[in-house]
């Protein structure tokens, strides 16, 4: 996996994307079919932790399953407050990321159903694991002890403590972004540089990858993609491969990835029950206003 800086390899999907909300504006049209995968939920209940399909909070809210359900219908306008009786707190599901180990899954039937050759990974470059604006967040617990020490605690220790592990935060980050990449986001009075592929609304940092790179869920800590220590960075917003038969998209603001492909592709990630997918095309609105089956929830 190496990052590249031809981004006409994009150029085809650019003149492929129409309808900024839709199906086809996020993956490219001209398929013969397209999947919607869900990205899971994590329930909470004291220490206990579950993944949840999106059926399982519908099933408890009374509401309906179906190719356009939006999380945000499923859970309403607070969603952080959700608790069902029994103790179980799901959260939202993560929006513009495929979790490494669906990814490896999917790619199974990309191989199945493709050819094998080189593929490209397009990474959006407002993530702050790669473009140097995310901060780590810090959480400090009750402190102990007379009143002199809490003091000097707050004052002088606490501070010192927070600025070191900022400065190695930084460190660590800096190190898990790959020269070229971080080359590649480097801006000119605020702009972009030609080393990005430029999508309506969008730009992405290239990388060349196999399939089978891809079907090792630890790969993104060695892609140079800002992946250290504890903590998860970003995963590709696009993938394609070089015929362009198939493409896998993850549009940042949507909880859910959608693959454009062959029928029997399509079929494949349908009835495999590793994922919680529909069948869409390509004029379906996947804004929160495009599920009208379920009314908002004040």
């Given at each position: ?67 356009l ?49 080189a ?13 140097g ?19 000097w605690?707050?004052?002088v ?15 660590e ?18 702009y ?33 993609i ?73």
């Amino acid at each position: 996996m190496q990052w590249t800086g031809e981004v006409a390899r994009g150029d085809w999907i650019r003149d492929r994307l129409a309808g900024w909300g839709n199906v086809g504006g996020v993956v490219p049209r001209g398929f013969e079919a397209y999947a919607r995968i869900l990205h899971p939920i994590t329930a909470y209940r004291g220490e206990e932790t579950v993944p949840w399909r999106w059926a399982e909070v519908a099933a408890r809210t009374g509401r309906t399953m179906h190719p356009l359900v939006q999380s945000q219908r499923l859970f309403g306008s607070e969603p952080a407050d959700l608790e069902f009786p029994d103790g179980w707190s799901p959260s939202l599901p993560e929006e513009g990321r495929l979790e490494p180990e669906l990814l490896a899954q999917l790619t199974g039937h990309l191989r199945t159903h493709g050819r094998e050759q080189a593929i490209t990974l397009g990474v959006w470059c407002g993530w702050g694991e790669i473009n140097g604006s995310s901060t780590p967040m810090l959480f400090w617990g009750p402190i102990d002890g007379p009143p002199w020490w809490r003091r000097w605690y707050f004052r002088v220790f606490r501070p010192l403590i927070n600025h070191q592990m900022r400065r190695r935060h930084h460190a660590e980050k800096m190190a898990s972004i790959a020269p070229d990449i971080a080359r590649a986001l480097h801006r000119t009075d605020g702009y972009a540089g030609p080393l990005l592929l430029h999508l309506p609304a969008r730009e992405y940092v290239l990388l060349t990858a196999t399939l089978d790179e891809l079907a090792d869920p630890t790969w993104p800590r060695s892609a140079g993609i800002g992946w250290h220590g504890s903590f998860s960075g970003p995963m590709p917003a696009l993938i394609w491969p070089d015929d362009h038969a198939w493409c896998v998209a993850t549009e940042i603001d949507f909880d859910s990835t959608l693959v454009g492909g062959s029928r029997s592709l399509v079929d494949a990630i349908l009835t495999d029950d590793t994922f919680e997918a529909f069948e869409v095309h390509p004029d379906d609105d996947l804004t929160w206003d495009g599920d009208t089956i379920n009314p908002p929830v004040s």
